[in-house]
C-alpha cells in the first residue's frame, strides 16, 4: 500500500449488454480521505498503519471517511493472534483448530498466544504483534472472562484501531462482538438430565467466582433448581480451580452432603470427581452420577466414559470467522453477545438415583 491511493472506487453494479464494465475513474486519494474525515493525509496514513499517536475519535472519524468511501484493508497473509490460557486443556486446542480452518479461507493465519489471563504476557504479546500489520486478535477465556481483569491489552487494541472480538465473555469496557456458548442453557441440560433420572440432591462443583463462564453456569444450575421445586440449592454449589484436583476438593464437600449426582463446570473437575467419589469406595453411577462440561472425544476412554455437555466449537469458530473478515473489512457488525446452544451427550456416567 503506498500513501497515493487507498483504495480502488467501488464499481457501478450497472453493465450495458455487450459491453464489458468499465473499470472506475480512479482511485481514492489520501487527500479525498483527509477532507471527509477533516484531518491531515498524515493522520490518514497513520490510521491505515495503525500507527500510534491518533486520539480514539480522530481515529473513528478516519475510519468512518474510510467506509464511506468503501475502503477494504487487505486480507492476504495477514495474522490473527489468538490469546487463549494454554493449550493444556483439550477444549482450547479444538478452538484454536477450528478457528485456524476458519481463518484460513479468508487469507488470514492464526497465531496462538498461551497467556496467564489478565496478567502482563497478555498485553506483551498484543505489544509484540501489534506493528507487524497485525489483522485483528481473539480474546478466547483470556482476560475477557474475569471480572476486574487488567484489560490493558483490550485498551491497546482499541488505541490502535485493531479489531478484536471475545469468545465466551466481553469485556466491561469497550464494545466489541462476543460469541459464547449459552452457559446457563448447559447447566440447564445437565440439571434437566440428572433430575429425569430421580436425582434430587444434586450438587455442583463450580469455578472460581469472579470467572464469568463459571458464574454463569452457577446461576443457571440454580435456575433450574428452583424450577423444579428444590430448595437450598445454593448450600449445594462448591467453588474452586478448573482442575481435577480443583473437582476432588469440591466433590469431597459435596459427598459429605449426600448428594446423589454432581454437575462439574469443567471436565477435569468431573474427573476429580470422580476420584473422590471412588476414593471413598463408591461407584460412578451406580452410587453417584457426574456430568462434565466442554466434551472432548477422549471422554470416550474415561471409566467410565463421562456425560459432558459439550461446547459448539464448529458454530462459535465459524461466527468468529464471519464476524472477523467484516471487522477487518472495515464493516459494521454487532456488538450484542451472540449465544450458541450447547449439547448433552450421554455416557456412562449418569444412571437413575440409587435406592435405599
Known sequence: MTDASVSKLPESSTQRPGKKTRSPAGSAKLSEVAALAGVSEATVSRVLNRKYGVSPTTREQVEEALRQIGYERPRKGEIVLILVPGLKTPIFGEFCNAIEADLSPHGLRAVIGPVLPG???????VEAFVD?????????????????ADDSARALLESRGV?????????AEGESPVISTDDWRAAELAVE???DLGHRRIGMCAGPLGNIPADRRVEGFLNAMDARGIEDAEDLVVRHHFSIDGGRYAADALLDLDVTAIVASSDEMALGAIRATKRRGLR???????????????????DPPLTSVS???????????RTLVTMIQNR?????EMLMEPALHTRNSTAPVRTA
Request: glycine content about 6%; proline content about 6%; hydrophobic content about 35%.
Open 163 to 171: 479489531p478484536y472480538l471475545c469468545i465466551n465473555g466481553g469485556f
Open 311 to 321: 461446547q459448539p466449537v464448529e458454530h462459535i469458530s465459524q461466527a468468529c470467522a
Open 332 to 336: 459494521p457488525v454487532r456488538t450484542d
Open 132 to 148: 507487524t500489520g497485525i489483522a485483528a486478535a481473539i480474546f478466547l477465556s483470556s482476560s475477557n472472562t474475569l471480572q476486574n
Open 119 to 125: 496478567s502482563v504476557y497478555e498485553r506483551d504479546y
Open 284 to 302: 460412578v453411577p451406580e452410587d453417584v452420577s457426574v456430568i462434565g462440561y466442554n466434551d472432548s472425544y477422549i471422554l470416550e476412554f474415561t
Open 193 to 195: 438430565h440428572l433430575y
